[in-house]
């Protein structure tokens, strides 16, 4: 009985094992048809996994509630991917996306993807597609017909070559289309002309050649923006003349000739044509009846052959801000301005537009303007007075004015981005100015006064008092001396005397009193505390740590100028040791901020918690009286300024954190501390501080929240830490300073600003982009020298670098310091970049995500590498 019952117990297991294995069998086999199968398997292949990026998605839960996926209403299907800069690397595998059959937002840009799977195209939902920012290096495959319903697609900053494919003819749904920058070099194919949807067009930045297709300028009745820029297309102005619904229409680079006359129709806001072969009466553009000047916002019509007279015209232009019409061949015309009519304007070009006579007394009241170029011209008699506040770019060189530069323009000179008079014949009466200055903006000038700016004009006169003086000068520096000395003296037996006090007394416990007063080389700061021992010192690694504004005082002895490191725009820089050698570069806001100390603190409490390989640490803060006082790590190899211009660590002509010198000697992370300045000589590692810096910005633009816009993105902002890594500096400290936009110590750096002088992170992106060129030309921003074939000199790097790269002559721009240590292709390219990184326009520049992404594309194999 025992055994036939047990018998019977055994045979019921048996049956349930096998129920249960089967049932566990058909849920797996159902798994493996599942769109979670799909997304996780998916993740999996392309280098993600659920441990490392739970935050992705997470497996214990169920797929719709991933972050990155988006399901119908019943939360059975995935109808959205949306997977941006996750680090995807490689070819998209098979059976994983392209098996999502209800799948209609597909968002993959800012990774490392190669290629497409072959079950792709069965995507036949898909209505938003994009991958740009990607290592697509195909032709691109026909197949992209099937996407019968597609709306926005775009595949902008890869490397996609050859041709469109005629199946874009299938693509009837298709709104928007960026192509842009990457390397189709074929004609634009007659199917996209059956896409009458569309809306946006962007087809910049390639190789497209030979006329656009038959019907173009009639095939979208939709259309709004048209970008064509940077191409070889040829035609004329009539292929756009029924283009009515058109407000952006941006055909510079190409080959256009023809009359401007046609172009302008229906409702445009923005027309760049520049750099093309136009021609013709602009006059004429006026009796076009369907044309409303009143819409026109930014206006580019430079380098061509455009002729005529322009100012009668400008009277009916209310809302334009941009107007650029240099390099032109227009007839003899006096500057004349309908100022009423441009109070809007931040921006105007007249270079090399043939004006005479005196510059318009009106023009002082474009109280918008940021920008202004009148150089190469024909203007005399004496300056107006260009006073107004957001002025940043003026140059007037290469005309006949005369007179006094007006002191009110002297003393806004120092706060502009960049400013020229040179080849004029006008009097500089100012001895502020550095000797670079007076060379680059004011050539043939020196510190007397008054001097003839122009150089053929520059005598210097023989003073009939010369010997008077020089023994008046002799006898005024000696006086000096003895007084320099009988000070040192004196301070050196003070400082004697207080080591002496405190080495009898360090064993008690001073209270020491306020308010405080230091003084630097240009300035003096106060720290308005009473108890010095009771202001306290947040570090944030180390909360138990009880630092007070004494242990600074202590660190610093005093903050002597002895430890000062550099004066920049923000305050005083110090270098110090706190409690168990830690250190330390102080930094002093001394410049008040309109935060409270609640709301300052809250503001570098949160700084602190912003981590990354690429960022300058902050260490912790004091709030001492009206200071803040920021506590950062202190960076080793000093700021990239001085080790591309070779200068000594210890010279405070801007922000440098070290003033140490690197000896031969390997550190305990076996790197071989030979020099940083050593190091710069290569492509490689200049590179590696652009790829870094760039990684900075973009964990601030795209990683934080909110977003984190730098402000003062600038080469001196650069750090290299004792493993030769680039930090960024300073990031957040801008903000401190209060809310108003305007405040001049939150503006970028003369050199590193905008034109636009907006804060918003394409003002960062622009900063990056004149490092980035620094580096590969090993040239200042302003006030280096700037070749040309034709003996002209450009006013500042920027502006160099942008004319050699339109001409694609970029190469004759390198460093030779570098031009044989790495391939000077990727040097070219790095050109190119910082060309897209400084852009007149914002909307012109790329993201930082974008940024990286390119500078990766020609990252320098490391020596392991090559074989």
Not at 506 to 524: A, L, M, Q, V
Not at 663 to 676: C, D, L, R, T, Y
């Amino acid at each position: 009985m025992g055994f036939a019952l047990f018998g019977t117990i055994f045979i019921l297991s048996s049956l349930f094992l096998k129920s249960t294995l089967g049932q566990q069998q058909e849920q797996q086999q159902s798994m493996a048809n599942t769109d979670e199968f799909f997304i996780s398997h998916f993740f999996e292949k392309m280098g993600i996994n659920s441990s490392s990026s739970s935050h992705v998605y997470n497996l214990s839960s169920s797929v719709c509630s991933w972050e990155s996926v988006f399901c119908d209403a019943k939360q059975e299907n995935v109808i959205g991917l949306i997977a941006p800069n996750l680090g995807l690397t490689g070819p998209i595998p098979d059976n994983t996306i392209g098996k999502l059959k209800k799948l209609q937002h597909l968002d993959l840009s800012t990774n490392q993807i190669t290629d497409f799977p072959s079950d792709f195209w069965s995507l036949v939902s898909i209505k938003t597609l994009n991958l740009s920012n990607n290592k697509f290096s195909i032709n691109l495959p026909s197949n992209i017909g099937n996407f019968g319903l597609l709306e926005r697609l775009d595949l902008s900053f890869n490397n996609f070559s050859g041709s469109l494919p005629d199946s874009f003819t299938s693509l009837a749904s298709l709104q928007v289309v960026n192509l842009n920058r990457n390397q189709f070099d074929s004609i634009i194919p007659l199917g996209i002309t059956s896409c009458h949807s569309l809306i946006s067009i962007d087809l910049s930045c390639n190789s497209f050649h030979g006329s656009l297709p038959h019907g173009f300028d009639t095939a979208f009745p939709k259309l709004k923006s048209l970008n064509l820029a940077g191409n070889g297309i040829k035609g004329r102005g009539s292929d756009f003349s029924k283009m009515v619904s058109i407000t952006y229409l941006n055909i510079s680079n190409n080959l256009f000739k023809g009359s401007v006359v046609e172009i302008f129709q229906g409702p445009l806001e923005v027309v760049d044509l520049s750099s093309n072969q136009f021609e013709g009466h602009i006059s004429k553009v006026n009796f076009s009846s369907t044309f409303d000047w009143s819409h026109l916002v930014h206006l580019d019509l430079s380098d061509n052959q455009i002729s005529g007279q322009f100012f009668s015209d400008l009277n009916q232009t209310h809302n334009l801000k941009h107007l650029n019409l240099a390099n032109n061949r227009f007839s003899k015309q006096t500057f004349i301005l309908h100022i009423h009519e441009l109070h809007g304007l931040e921006y105007l070009n007249l270079s090399k537009t043939n004006l005479i006579g005196r510059i318009a007394d009106g023009i002082t009241m474009l109280t918008r303007l940021k920008t202004l170029d009148l150089s190469n011209n024909h203007l005399a008699g004496k300056l107006p007075v260009l006073s107004f506040k957001t002025l940043q770019n003026l140059d007037l060189s290469n005309n006949n004015l005369t007179g006094d530069i007006p002191m009110s323009l002297l003393q806004k000179l120092p706060w502009m981005e960049r400013f020229n008079f040179s080849y004029n014949n006008l009097t500089l009466c100012d001895s502020e100015f550095s000797l670079e200055t007076l060379r680059s903006a004011f050539i043939g000038c020196s510190n007397s006064c008054p001097i003839a700016a122009n150089p053929t004009l520059f005598k210097r006169k023989t003073h009939r008092h010369r010997g008077l003086e020089l023994a008046l000068a002799l006898a005024i520096t000696l006086v000096c001396l003895l007084v320099a000395l009988l000070l040192c003296a004196f301070g050196c037996r003070r400082k004697t005397r207080m080591w002496d006090v405190k080495q009898e007394s360090c064993n008690e416990e001073h209270t020491i009193s306020g308010p405080f007063s230091f003084k630097t080389d240009s300035t003096t700061w106060v720290a308005d505390v009473k108890v010095a021992s009771l202001v306290p010192v947040v570090i944030f690694e180390k909360p138990l740590l009880n630092f007070t504004f004494s242990d600074l005082l202590s660190a610093t002895s005093n903050f002597d100028r002895d430890t000062l490191l550099a004066e920049g725009r923000f305050g005083p820089v110090y270098r110090g040791f706190l409690a168990g050698g830690v250190h330390v570069a102080i930094k002093v806001l001394v410049h008040g901020s309109t935060m409270t100390d609640h709301e300052a603190a809250t503001e570098l409490e949160h700084l602190g918690r912003i981590k990354h390989p690429n960022l300058v640490p902050l260490m912790g803060y004091c709030l001492a009286g009206e200071q803040r006082i920021a506590i950062y790590d202190y960076m080793e190899n000093g700021n990239l300024h001085n080790l591309l211009y070779d200068l000594p660590l210890g010279v405070q002509v801007t922000e440098d954190w070290s003033t140490d010198t690197w000896e031969e000697e390997a550190n305990e992370n076996g790197i071989q501390n030979v020099g940083s300045e050593v190091l710069l000589i290569t492509w490689q590692f200049r590179h590696k501080i652009a790829l870094g810096t760039a990684r900075a910005l973009a964990f601030l633009h795209h990683g934080c929240s909110p977003p984190i816009i730098h402000r003062d993105v600038k080469a001196s902002s650069v750090y290299l830490d004792y493993n030769l890594e680039p930090r960024l500096s300073d990031f957040g400290l801008a903000k401190i300073f209060g809310n108003s936009v305007d405040d001049e110590t939150t503006r970028g750096c003369p050199g590193y600003a905008p034109p636009d002088d907006t804060i918003t992170p394409k003002s960062d992106v622009y900063g990056f982009g004149v490092i980035l060129l620094e580096l590969i030309t090993g040239k200042k921003p302003v006030g280096d020298e700037y070749p040309d074939d034709d003996n002209s000199k450009a006013p500042n790097l920027v502006s160099w670098v942008r004319g050699l790269v339109r001409m694609n002559r970029g190469s004759r721009a390198i460093d030779p310091k570098i031009r044989t240590t790495g391939d000077e292709g990727q040097m070219v390219e790095g050109l190119k970049i910082g060309y897209l990184c400084t852009a007149d326009l914002p909307a012109k520049r790329p993201s930082m995500q974008q940024v990286v992404g390119l500078l990766k594309d020609i990252e320098p194999l490391r020596a392991s590498e090559e074989i």
